[in-house]
């Protein structure tokens, strides 16, 4: 796997998450919707990121997934990610590009409907450090390390 830097479009993540009905039905922030809802609200939500880069990643000239990268001062974060169904079972070298990426701890935070990314990270290792509350619901900060919020 290789990643590219690249640009959050619409029709990227929809073209990536028409593939995931679970994801639209259950698991992304805007769910139950259809996939351009969903993936509008995802570039919408990525337009506040600070300090941020997209990438996409590619297994043989194929997309397999896409992370957003944010830097809040000292503070690596994944702000979004996404792996197509059909690459799910190639997840602990996505996590292994992540990893090469960020070269350090990372932080992510993951709404409570989202329990698939929730087992995903923790899965790979991922600490729940912190628990937030905004207008969507509580968010779930993982990272592997000490607790860096109260």
């Known amino acids: 796997m290789n990643t590219q830097p690249s640009i959050a479009t619409v029709e990227l993540l929809k073209s990536c998450y028409e593939e995931d009905r679970a994801l639209l039905e259950q698991f992304h922030i805007a769910a139950p919707a259809d996939a351009e809802t969903c993936a509008r609200r995802t570039v919408e939500d990525l337009k ?11 297994k043989n000239n194929d997309l397999v997934g896409f992370y957003g990268a944010e830097h809040l001062g000292n503070l690596k974060a994944l702000t979004s990610f996404f792996v197509r169904p059909r690459y799910r079972d190639s997840t602990d070298e996505f996590w292994s590009l992540l990893q090469a990426h960020f070269k350090g701890p990372f932080v992510s935070g993951l709404y409570n409907k989202n329990t698939r990314a929730i087992r995903f990270f923790e899965r790979q290792g991922g600490k729940l450090v912190c628990e937030l509350d905004d207008q969507d619901g509580r968010i779930y900060l ?5 607790k860096i919020c109260h």
């Open 48 to 58: 506040n990121a600070v300090d941020f880069s997209f990438f996409t990643v590619h």
């Open 142 to 146: 993982f990272k592997s390390g000490e």
